[in-house]
């Protein structure tokens, strides 16, 4: 049982540089989402998607961009980077229920801007 | 903007030790609130309490919703070294499409 699975685990960038953060889950978990963790910030929804092809904002978007054209796979693209989106990187799913509040986390990608 | 505060931010204790983390919130059409536990990585799903669920209790951790006082405290009893971690506190409204967490208190349990 994989669950969610984030890759790189740890990744380091310059200023500018643009590069993809992947996400994939084998639940068949309709919710997928992203957030981020800084220090004394707790975590902070980026994007999320509710099913294939449906993607939304979340509270800090700006920078980040997704895509969902499976129900498996919630990519996240930084387009430009910037010493501010050095972080800690989580992506969770849940199931299309009533319970969907309960996230299933991937173990998180640590990324440094330079 | 929904908002959530946890109290303390850090807190050290001996193994045996009983310990309250506190969890206040303010949102708009109030659907759930959430406890996580995060060691070294990934949180893991501890409790959800809800209007009809208000009181959850798994082990030595239980779990009170007070939607009079917003707020939520979540108790260990005899701690051990293996519950230091950090807990997170998140609430859910309407739809549940976005969680808003708060930033965590840092449990430390020494031997």
């Known amino acids: 049982n994989a669950g969610v699975t984030q890759t790189p685990k740890f990744q380091v960038l310059k200023t500018g540089q643009s590069m993809t953060l992947q996400c994939a889950q084998d639940?068949?978990?309709?919710?997928m989402s992203w957030y981020r963790q800084d220090p004394g910030m707790g975590l902070r929804l980026i994007h999320y998607?509710?099913?294939?092809?449906?993607?939304d904002q979340g509270e800090v978007p700006n920078g980040y961009n997704v895509s969902r054209s499976t129900t498996e796979d919630f990519p996240l693209r930084l387009l430009s980077a910037a010493p501010s989106q050095t972080s800690v990187y989580f992506c969770?799913?849940?199931?299309?229920?009533?319970?969907?509040?309960?996230?299933?986390f991937g173990s998180g990608t640590q990324l440094s801007v330079l | 903007e929904d908002k959530v505060v946890q109290s303390p931010l850090s807190l050290v204790v001996h193994e045996g030790d009983t310990v309250t983390l506190n969890c206040s919130y303010e949102?708009?059409?109030?659907?759930?609130l959430l406890w996580y536990k995060q060691e070294k990585k990934a949180p893991t799903f501890l409790f959800m309490l809800?209007?009809?669920?208000i009181e959850k209790k798994s082990g030595r951790l239980s779990s009170i919703l007070d939607k009079k006082e917003l707020s939520s405290i979540l108790n260990i009893t005899a701690t051990q070294t293996g519950d230091s971690a950090i807990y997170l506190c998140?609430?859910?409204?309407?739809?549940?499409?976005?969680?808003?967490f708060g930033s965590g208190t840092q449990l430390t349990v020494l031997p």
């Open positions: 969770a799913s849940s199931p299309r229920d009533r319970v969907r509040e309960k996230l299933f």
């Open positions: 639940m068949n978990h309709e919710y």
């Open positions: 998607s509710v099913g294939a092809g449906i993607t």
């Open positions: 949102v708009t059409n109030f659907r759930s």
């Open positions: 809800t209007s009809s669920g």
């Open positions: 998140a609430v859910a409204s309407g739809s549940a499409r976005q969680l808003t």
